[in-house]
């Protein structure tokens, strides 16, 4: 199905219905995981904050939670460097069960520079929950814990997701037609 969305056509890939389907199994699921512990669920700014809204309020275990933010490579990756930290989390990491809360898992240079990042600060452990994994994009080793869908190689927007800041409020997950 595809639908207009601010003069773009956008091609519905995973309904919001299907989201908040999988968001309750990954919610029960991290529930069963961690009983008897207290994670603190870190979310990545931007991307992650509807998952990470949506997610926490699934959960049936006590939670801290905290955000970080993490500079994006955008186009021409191999020449920007290492990824720049524009917010540090402020909860103890130190002994702490760490939950990160990432939007997507494309490249993974990103995630896998923030996780080095945090298992510097000793946590207990140190687990990746995504909502959406291209795998085929992989360029840097780095896996979630928690997958919500695999996705093909396509650029999407929707439910936090943004293209050029844009579209991150729609409720479902879409294809911008027109971009490729
Ligand atoms: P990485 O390439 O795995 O380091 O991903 C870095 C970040 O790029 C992700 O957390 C997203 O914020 C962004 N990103 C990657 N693919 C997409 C996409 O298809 N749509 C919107 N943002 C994306
Ligand atoms: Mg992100």
């Known amino acids: 199905m595809s639908t207009t969305v601010h003069r773009r056509r956008v091609e519905v890939?995973?309904?919001?219905?299907?989201?908040?389907?999988r968001v309750r199994q990954l919610a029960a699921q991290i529930s069963a995981d961690y009983a008897g512990r207290q994670p603190l669920v870190i979310g990545v700014l931007k991307?992650?904050?509807?998952?990470?809204?949506?997610l926490v309020r699934q959960l049936t275990i006590p939670?801290?939670?905290?955000?970080?933010r993490?500079?994006?490579?955008?186009?021409?990756?191999?020449?920007?460097?290492?990824p720049q930290?524009?917010?540090?989390?402020?909860?103890?990491?130190?002994?702490?069960?760490v939950l990160v809360v990432d939007d997507i898992l494309?490249?993974?240079?990103?995630v896998a520079w923030l996780l080095d990042h945090l298992r510097k600060k000793n946590p207990a452990s140190l687990r990746?929950?995504?909502l959406l994994d291209k795998t085929e994009r992989?360029?840097?080793?780095?896996?979630?814990?928690?997958?919500?869908?695999?996705?093909?190689?396509?650029?999407?927007?929707?439910?936090g997701l943004d293209c050029g800041e844009q579209f991150r409020e729609l409720p479902f997950v879409g294809h911008v037609k027109g971009d490729e």
């Open 128 to 130: 990746l929950c995504v």
């Open 85 to 97: 930290l524009l917010l540090d989390v402020r909860e103890p990491v130190a002994g702490a069960d």
């Open 63 to 68: 939670v801290r939670c905290d955000f970080v």
């Open 138 to 159: 992989r360029r840097v080793p780095a896996a979630a814990d928690y997958v919500g869908f695999p996705i093909p190689d396509l650029f999407v927007v929707g439910y």
């Open 70 to 82: 993490v500079s994006s490579y955008g186009l021409g990756t191999e020449t920007s460097g290492q």
């Open 106 to 110: 494309d490249t993974g240079i990103s």
């Open 13 to 21: 890939m995973i309904s919001a219905d299907q989201i908040a389907e």
């Open 47 to 54: 991307g992650a904050w509807v998952l990470m809204a949506d």
